[in-house]
């Protein structure tokens, strides 16, 4: 193990030995595959903001739309005869959606908690100060780390009935399999009457997809090789970025759109004590984002054990923000 994973705190040490260990895994299996959840460090933060202020990157406008023009519908859907609650939110990042909600519910003096939840301490960080300026009134506890390990800590602090928000497509970021369990499991730390506000991107044009994904500036290539240098930077390994390339698809029948880096060279890579090998065109898995039928996402509720309570579209019709609740 490289040593200078023992030169941080006791914490850092825990949480860098994992990410070794992850990665380590991922790069051994056939096919190679990264997981995109170390894509946020500051760097991939930053790129990412970048990614969503590309003009033809559609998904942060859509479900903007959403919240900006029905909010006070989302709070009417969500509180429940001015019952304290627990807003929590998966995967924060800097919450401008959610922000609009925020600010109506401090207007309507509503009884709530914001509880964002996120893996990112920067983005955490950032999060915090800027709705401290922007909503003085508003009840904030961030909660650093992964979902559902902060989901129980969100229950051990308040008893409160709780509404978690999924936003962004996040629910994409997983196979249908894999969406389907998390689906289950979210339930299953959940109780009677909370709810769940889910956010899906829907299947449409292939190319007005694959161009959201795949930018002519090399915005997203960028994030997507920077888990390359976040790996070199964090565990001592000496990827070399010049020697990797970003690709996209998209498959129009089962909507599934994957990104890939492709070694376009015969190398290795040290990592720790380890050796990776690579052959020329090899890919790395990087990511899925998923693309959802409205019949798709009611499925995916009834399998996973969810009551439908709404469905809200972008003026396009090209995003929904599902409303479910605990049967």
């Known amino acids: 193990m490289n040593s200078s994973l023992h030169s941080e705190n006791p914490i850092e040490t825990i949480t860098k030995h994992k990410f070794l260990i992850e990665v380590l895994e991922d790069l051994k299996n056939n096919p190679k595959r990264l997981s995109s959840k ?3 460090d500051s760097k991939g933060d930053h ?31 969500i509180c ?29 003096e509503a009884n709530f908690t914001y509880m964002p939840i996120d893996i990112s301490g920067n983005i955490l960080s950032v999060l915090k100060t800027n709705l401290n300026d922007a909503i003085p009134a508003l009840n904030i506890i961030c909660l650093k780390g992964e979902y559902f390990e902060m989901i129980e800590k969100a229950m051990t602090i308040s008893s409160n009935r709780k509404v978690i928000l999924f936003l962004g497509s996040n629910i994409g970021n997983m196979e249908i399999a894999d969406a389907e369990q998390f689906c289950s499991k979210l339930k299953s730390k959940l ?7 889910i956010g899906f991107d829907l299947k449409k044009h292939p190319k007005t997809i694959l161009r959201a994904y795949d930018d002519p500036t090399g915005v997203t290539a960028k994030f997507n090789l920077n888990l390359l240098l ?21 498959d129009p029948l089962n909507g599934a759109c994957r990104s890939y880096l492709i070694s376009l060279t015969e190398q290795q890579v040290t990592l720790g004590e380890e050796q990776i090998s690579f052959v ?6 990087m990511e899925i984002s998923q693309k959802f039928s409205p019949s798709d996402i009611r499925e995916l509720a009834n399998s996973s054990g969810f009551n439908f309570v709404s469905e809200l579209y972008d003026s396009k019709k090209w995003f929904m923000d599902a409303i479910w609740e605990i049967k």
Request: glycine share 4%; with cysteine.
């Open 38 to 40: 170390y894509f946020y």
């Open 47 to 77: 790129l990412f903001q970048k990614i969503m202020a590309l003009e033809d990157y559609y998904l942060t406008k859509c479900e903007l739309d959403i919240f900006k023009n029905q909010t006070a519908e989302i709070a009417n859907l």
């Open 280 to 285: 020329k065109n090899e890919p790395i898995y």
């Open 80 to 108: 429940s005869d001015d019952e304290p609650f627990d807003l929590i939110e998966l995967g924060a990042g800097d919450a401008v959606k959610s922000t609009f909600l925020l600010q109506h519910l401090v207007r309507r």
């Open 230 to 250: 976040r790996i070199n930077h964090e565990l001592g390994a000496n990827f070399n970025i010049n020697q990797f390339e970003h690709y996209q698809t998209y």
């Open 191 to 197: 109780n009677h009457g909370d709810n769940v506000l």
